[in-house]
């Protein structure tokens, strides 16, 4: 992770609070601006793992990975990285929360597979589901995930306007689950919304945040910085350092669309905040296979 023109001291493991990575590591257009030419595909998460110390796994929202990809997964990455898994859309766009315990179960396993190296899981619900229409089993299915967590991490991210309420944050936080904020075009800042749970003791003491940006004006690539976001970044910075001078663990993705190359992002933003709040320097040493054995004792 480049840390600004002065590198940051390096800090001990344990103060590095802040998750920050992409949607994916798998992009065509990164390779030669990111990946060098002559990498291996199979060889990019291992890669990527040496420049972010998290990534956001959105291909679990198509379909679970099968016990040897994330095998593969963990085996890639060094100590202290951490996967944030997307619940599939069987549970949250075509189920909509009906009959599908069995599959939330089998992400949970996924989850709990990952062991260390799991960030906080995530389920995304569309514009569509709302609380007027939904309310009562979306309530009635958080109650029943609340004790089925068993000490894993779970954000909620909504998209119906009746959701993004302090009300709903609240529901999550007695709970012990997190709202998530977007920095998205036309979607509302929900972050003074999450903020404010944090009186709460229940609320857990981490920030889950999706930089999209503006996802419906397509670019015509994602090699390089196209509309840069320097107001967002700042503003996102200061609220980051904020969040770790408190001692509350961030987790934060940002996508393509946000500026048009989003490594070039993450470390825009990774540098705005050791500014503000001196990090760690991510340098892992390589992964080590006996520890990966030991993360999928469950699988």
Not at 21 to 28: D, L, Q
Not at 142 to 169: C, N, P, Y
Not at 176 to 202: C, K, N, P
Not at 271 to 298: F, K, M, N, T, V
Request: net charge negative; glycine share 4%; charged share 20%.
């Amino acid at each position: 992770m480049v840390s600004g023109t002065q590198p940051s001291p390096a800090l001990p493991d344990n103060l590095h609070k802040l998750h920050l990575g992409v949607s994916s590591w798998t992009f065509p257009d990164w390779r030669d601006v990111f990946y060098p030419s002559s990498l291996p595909t199979k060889d990019q998460l291992t890669y990527y793992a040496t420049q972010f110390n998290s990534v956001e796994v959105n291909t679990s929202f198509y379909g679970l990975p099968a016990p040897s990809t994330v095998l593969q997964w963990v085996e890639s990455v060094p100590e202290g990285f951490t996967f944030a898994l997307k619940a599939p859309r069987l549970i949250t766009h075509e189920k909509k929360l009906i009959d599908c315990r069995q599959d939330m179960q089998a992400y949970l396993d996924v989850l709990r597979s990952l062991g260390d190296l799991a960030a906080p899981g995530f389920l995304q619900f569309p514009p569509q589901f709302t609380r007027a229409q939904y309310g009562r089993v979306l309530a009635d299915f958080l109650d029943w995930l609340a004790g089925e967590l068993k000490g894993l991490s779970l954000a909620v991210e909504v998209r119906a306007r009746d959701l993004m309420t302090d009300a709903f944050a609240r529901f999550l936080a007695e709970r012990s689950m997190s709202l998530v904020v977007v920095e998205r075009v036309d979607t509302t800042d929900l972050y003074e919304t999450w903020s404010a749970q944090l009186a709460l003791a229940s609320t857990p003491r981490y920030f889950f945040l999706r930089l999209i940006g503006n996802d419906r004006d397509k670019l015509p690539n994602d090699r390089d910085l196209q509309r840069p976001q320097d107001e967002t970044l700042d503003r996102w910075a200061i609220r980051i350092a904020d969040l770790l001078a408190q001692n509350i663990e961030v987790f934060a993705y940002i996508h393509n669309p946000f500026e048009g190359h989003s490594p070039a992002s993450v470390r825009r933003l990774w540098e705005r905040i050791d500014r503000r709040h001196p990090l760690p320097i991510w340098s892992p040493s390589p992964p080590s296979q006996d520890d990966s054995a030991g993360q999928l004792s469950l699988l």
